[in-house]
């Protein structure tokens, strides 16, 4: 081989080393950057402020946005509850706000200030029981809604003053904040361990939590 063949050679392996190198750079920032997408979408699904239903540590977690005037929201409501009863060990649920009914924002306002209460859960069963009594997308009544609240054994002045509170509008905010970079434009949505339903419907969520439910159990 002369030396001129050599020396092109020699370039071309050069070439080929760099662009491989260049290939392999790429590839790394396109994962990484993937990986961060994931890492942050993960992060706006559970808060610390998030009301929990089931074991803290279950591995399987389904994180539903809701609206408390919603209707179809109120019909998932047994159907979560009862992949909670039938994974009583292994699946949690955790309730995020998507308040785009009128005036659903002031209940969900209410409803976040029941947890200072202890009364949480025993306000949302109320006030989702009573949803065709208040829940007029017209015109919501909120008195009604309030008084579903009493029922459930909430002092509603002390929690219309706590509704008002720096930490209830900083988790409402919050949410509204996430469910916008989330993309999410209905309600109720579901992600489970992070994953969207691949299309919207009871045996869709009962099919998808089955499936986290069996891969740890591998």
Request: proline share 6%; charged share 20%.
């Amino acid at each position: 081989m002369n030396s001129k063949k050599f020396t092109v050679s020699i370039l071309l392996a050069v070439v080929l080393v760099f662009f491989a190198f260049g290939m392999y750079s790429y590839q790394e920032r396109v994962k990484n950057s993937q990986s961060d997408k994931v890492s942050q979408a993960e992060s706006r699904l559970v808060r610390a402020h998030s009301p929990v239903l089931g074991p803290a540590n279950a591995p399987v977690t389904i994180v539903e946005f809701f609206d408390p005037a919603c209707e179809t929201c109120r019909e998932f409501y047994p159907i979560v509850k009862g992949l909670l009863k039938k994974y009583p060990n292994d699946v949690r649920l955790v309730l995020r706000y998507a308040p785009f009914h009128r005036n659903s924002d002031l209940v969900a306002n209410m409803l976040e200030a029941s947890k200072v209460q202890g009364k949480y859960w025993a306000v949302l069963d109320a006030v989702l029981a009573d949803q065709p009594l208040w829940a007029s997308h017209g015109e919501p009544n909120l008195y009604v809604a309030y008084q579903s609240a009493v029922r459930a054994g909430v002092d509603l002045n002390k929690a219309l003053l706590d509704a008002q509170s720096p930490a209830v509008i900083a988790a409402l905010k919050q949410d509204v904040e996430d469910l916008t970079a989330l993309e999410v434009t209905k309600t109720p949505t579901f992600f489970v361990n992070g994953r969207g339903l691949p299309s919207f419907g009871a045996s869709q969520l009962e099919s998808l939590v089955a499936e986290e439910v069996a891969k740890i159990k591998k």
